[in-house]
């Protein structure tokens, strides 16, 4: 949360001595404390308050608002407001900015604007309505000092005549005749001519009016802000929403009061949308949608033909049945659809139907071998139904760590695991209560099968010999498994040398050159220019340096700003619509030369505070919004390198590119704060640290946030001098306050509209210091004194922003990296490497934060996470087995399976995700051991029934052959439009060729699926091996005994004179 006081005038260490640190000493004992951050700059305190997450986030607000409310006492008695106190989170952040222009002209812009705002306002949900750029009329006195003082009045007692004169009272009610009147004085100004006739004060007997020492302007408020878009002024509206409000609902209300509105707008106003988070949660979750339904076509179609339409259908209801308990649960749970819940559908979906296919199949072999269909149902679920509750659990187990991922990421994440164990849950209650009713009802087979030839299935209980086994497939399996089990020790061997050279793959592919990224690198659909101005800049040079960025944006050069007439160009035409076809054929313009830039919008103002001090983009920039994904000529990273390129060079302001990042807010990825007490020294440390970052390879936008100090008039208050006349120093500073930043006295009301009025002093002598010496203040006494009998005018440097972390002056350096070459975290080793024998002064400190305090916790958390999963799996096998070699053999597959997952990054080209790619290890770890649960439980059974090793092996693993593939296969399928990015747009009725959401969750759903490959070949193979392996192992200690005793223990008793027991 944040917490912002206003100090008109104040210079940024006084702010710092008497507001900030005075707030942050009360803040220190707040429970569940993270982190304090605050900016002292000129005339503003901003502090932000983090807490850890979980914390309950109303209480905090209060308590931070208690202790606030304690510090109230000991800040300035000058202030006029107490610190606002309010929450900052992602529900704060504009759902929807709109750009206004038109032919209309500024003002009608803003009236427009303002009209708009107090309908949007309205809005359920709404929190509150932003309006930048244009022009907003006002009625502004301009006051001569000098003949103020000629007339021996003050700017003091000018603003209260003028306060007091515009004012309509009332005067009671009068009794006249049989009626009764109300009296009332009229005396608001009709127009701003009659402020001319006010009457002042008198001078030799005559009356002194308002024109004589002032002069009335109905004009403008002086700007403090511009908006552009494409080149043309424009107004922004910025539109937040409630937290839990829905986006897309409020999204869509909003459009319909702008189509009312449209039509009785001036002809040639435009309204653009230059963000829209509705849209792009609209195609985010049409993207996941299309994945989710391509991934159960191709699903379904594995099913059909791999065990027929009857039984297909089958097993197919287990996905509308499981996902509709899957909703309603997280309906009761309060969890709405977002971008992780529809992608851990998409990872589930191919899971849904494991455990019915196994059900389903069973069932169909019992009804082969001659049972009834009700039998078959009880039988055949029975059989595997602790198999099948075992495999469900070791997946849950893996993802139920997850659950307690702290910090931003997990609050971010925390949706995937929750929403599989759900979705999982209610898969196993519909495979093992649904799917055998429905198949008692209407499985059927063609003709039951003798038992001595069951083509691959296992025979029943009556029979003492495996099954014949039959097909080509079959038999395939059958010769390769025999020639494992002829060679168990080569064939282990073989499954660990492959996980080594797997790995050993993805390291010369991409391992050594990219070994690790936080968190995907994906294309972005926007990005801004950021200008962060010298202090003091006022509105002009801030524009200025803007409208430079805008023309190389543009692609004019320095060169190309004027006709050849020798006329210079404006903006607008530098920005003409430029005629182009996207790569599907469509026609449509842009304002540059670069294809992919589809709008240009920019911000500038004077100055700004609360939470956008804390923001990752500076109150002025050029924003950038691209074409979608699809239409693009090329990736986003390389337009973001033009424009740096073009902008380089740009001098007078600190330029930096931010790109729109999604997801959970992570820091930069080289953030290196300084902490020490001067901060001259900070910011020479600063300097000296960009120097190095700027020599490494791919680090971009090098910046600090260390703000040089400006010139300041000081006005030192001879506090003698000033009692003598009954002044003190709050007196004297209100009236610098009302005559040079003015005071809003009253305000001009004109039909429905008011508009403030103005007092100040007029600008041409607000800029002489000779005015300031001779400022008249006035006295309690009623007389007059100038500035310069009581205070002296001094001129001297003040620091900057002073920024605090956590109640230490600290200054920040921040870097972006370019992924696409190298990852954050090995730019931000080499910048450590660099950085561990830099000289600091006594007193002083570097810390790497930012982005590596979330990869941090998130790699330890992970680290963590797996471990547990691994235990839990354990446990669970043990339980199930009463066994510790079983449970062993199938955690080696978890372990062999990774090779998969290198293959597939090694395939794909992805360094090793801390986030994406570790969670689909955990993932992973869940999934594989399903199959080979089943296969062993099943080869256990044929043990029990009499059957050798090697044929209770051989046997189950030909008659779990087909659902072990199809669990798999289904698993497989169902994410492949994740991974490839192709799905079929049932939206639009066409084949989607790009895809957004598979940039965020491809390295996930690779290391799933050719893990899955990998461990299905190890379930069939390496798993029985294993099992061959462990279960002869007493058989051979037991001949090794005997063995040992047969070399040292026969001769023993013949050398000693006695005769051995064989011979009695």
Known sequence: MCLSQQATGGVPSDIETSITIEIEKKLKGLEGLKKIKSVSSEGLSSINVEFVTGTDIDQALQDVKD??????????????????????????MPIVVFSLSGTCGLPCLKKIADDLQDEIEGIPGVLEVNVTGGLEREIRIEVSPEKLAYYGLTINSFQRKVRSE??????????????????????????????????????????????????????FKEETSRSRLNGRSAVNIAVKKRSGENIIAISKTVDE??????????????????????????????????NILSGLVLVLIVIFFAMGIRNAVLVSMAIPFSMLLSFTVLYLMGITLNMVVLFSLTLALGMLVDNAIVIVENCYRFMEQGASRVEAAMKATSEVAWPVIGSTATTLAAFSPMLFWPGIMGEFMKYLPLTLIITLASSLFVALVINPAMASIFMKVKSPVAPVTTDGKEVTDNFEKPAEIKGVVLQ???????????????????????????????????????????FPEIDPKGFYVNVDAPEGADLDYIDKIIKRIEFAVAGISAKERRTPAGKKLTVLEA??????????????????????????????????????????????????????????????HKTVDDVRERIKDIPGAKITIAMEKEG???????????????????????????????RIPHVEDVHDDFVEGIPSVQVLVDRQKAALFGLTTDMIGFALKSAYNGLEVSSFREGDDDYDITVQLAKSDREVVDVLHELMLPTPSGKMVPLSTVAKIHFSGSIGDINRINNERVVTVEANVDETKIPGAVARAQAAEILKDFHLPSGYRITFTGELESQQESQDFLTRAFLIALLLIFLILVSMFNSV???????????????????????????????????????????????AIVLLDYTNRLREKGYSLKDAITSAGATRLRPVLLTAITTILGLIPMITGISFDFHKGAVSWASESSQWWQSMAVVVVFGLIVATFLTLVVVPTLYYLFERLPEKIGRTKQGIRRIYWKPYPFLAGEKHREDN
Not at 71 to 81: H, S
Not at 478 to 498: E, N, Q, Y
Not at 673 to 678: F, L, P, R, T
Request: aromatic content about 8%; charged content about 20%; some cysteine.
């Open 67 to 92: 202790k606030v409310d304690e510090a109230l006492g000991d800040l300035p008695g000058d202030l006029e407001d107490d610190p606002s106190v309010f929450e900052v989170n992602l529900s704060e």
């Open 166 to 219: 515009n004012t309509n009272t009332s005067g009671g009610n009068i009794q006249l005749g049989n009626g009764r009147f109300q009296l009332r004085v009229p005396g608001e100004f009709k127009t701003p001519e009659e402020i001319y006739g006010l009457v002042l004060t008198t001078y030799n007997g005559e009356p002194v009016y308002l024109k004589d020492v002032a002069r009335v302007i109905d004009g």
């Open 257 to 290: 009061i702008i189509k009312k509105d449209q039509i009785t707008w001036p002809a040639g106003t435009e309204i653009t949308k230059v963000l829209d988070k509705a849209r792009d949660i609209e195609i985010m979750v049409a993207d996941l949608e299309n």
């Open 476 to 518: 395939g399996y059958s010769r390769m498994l025999d020639l494992a089990l002829s060679r168990p020790l080569a064939t282990v061997a073989i499954g660990f040398c492959v996980l080594l050279l797997m790995f050993q793959g993805w390291l010369l592919v991409i391992g050594l050159e990219k070994p690790v990224e936080f």
């Open 575 to 636: 920005m003409a619509p430029r005629e182009y076809t996207k790569p599907d054929g469509e026609k449509y313009f842009g304002p540059s030369d670069l294809k992919n830039i589809k709008n240009v919008f920019t911000r500038s103002v004077v100055s700004a505070g609360g939470s956008s001090k804390f923001s990752a983009n500076t109150p002025n920039h050029v924003g950038i919004r691209l074409l979608e994904l699809e239409e693009r000529w090329r990736s986003s």
């Open 664 to 694: 959970p807010p992570t820091g930069a990825p080289i953030n290196i704060e300084i902490a020490g007490d001067n901060f001259a020294i900070l910011g020479k440390i600063a300097q000296k640290i960009k120097n190095v970052l700027v």
């Open 885 to 931: 070699s079983q449970p062993f053999i199938i955690m080696t597959s978890v372990i062999l399976s990774l090779g998969g997952a290198f293959l597939g990054l090694a395939l794909f080209r992805s360094p090793f995700g801390i986030i994406m790619t570790g969670v689909g290890v955990i993932s992973l770890a869940g999934v594989v051991v399903n199959n």
